[in-house]
């Protein structure tokens, strides 16, 4: 079993910027795919972005391209998510999800932390 808990998440302006952090615990390994996805009020689950295991290889949602940043920590567990020019759109609640192979789709992934709330105000 593997454990994820998000932070970070917070009211900001258009234009501003923010970092989610996602800690794992529990039977974790290095082979992990660690991605995040997004969830707004009456939409369903979007994906974001994921890193391999390795952290070489990334992928991003067309809409986040040039804005957002995921990377990781080995030596913490801990995966990042820096967010900047956020924009109104970008408000939803943000999940850490973890899985053995590198996927965009949400049933790629095996565990899922508990979400953080964003919000983009105009």
């Known amino acids: 079993q593997v454990q994820l808990v998000e932070s970070g998440g917070g009211l900001v302006q258009a234009g501003g910027s923010l970092r989610l952090s996602c800690a794992a615990s529990?039977?974790?390994?290095?082979?992990?795919?660690m991605g995040w996805f997004r969830q707004a009020p009456g939409k369903e689950r979007e994906f974001v972005t994921a890193i391999s295991g390795s952290g070489l290889l990334t992928r991003y949602v067309d809409s986040v391209k040039g804005r957002f940043t995921i990377s990781s920590d080995n030596a913490k567990n801990t995966v990042y998510l820096q967010m900047n020019s956020l924009k109104p759109e970008d408000t939803a609640v943000y999940y850490c999800?973890?899985?053995?192979?590198?996927?965009?789709?949400?049933?790629?992934?095996?565990?899922w932390g508990q979400g953080t709330q964003v919000t983009v105000s105009s």
């Open positions: 529990g039977r974790t390994s290095s082979s992990y795919v």
């Open positions: 999800a973890a899985g053995p192979r590198f996927s965009s789709d949400y049933d790629g992934y095996n565990y």
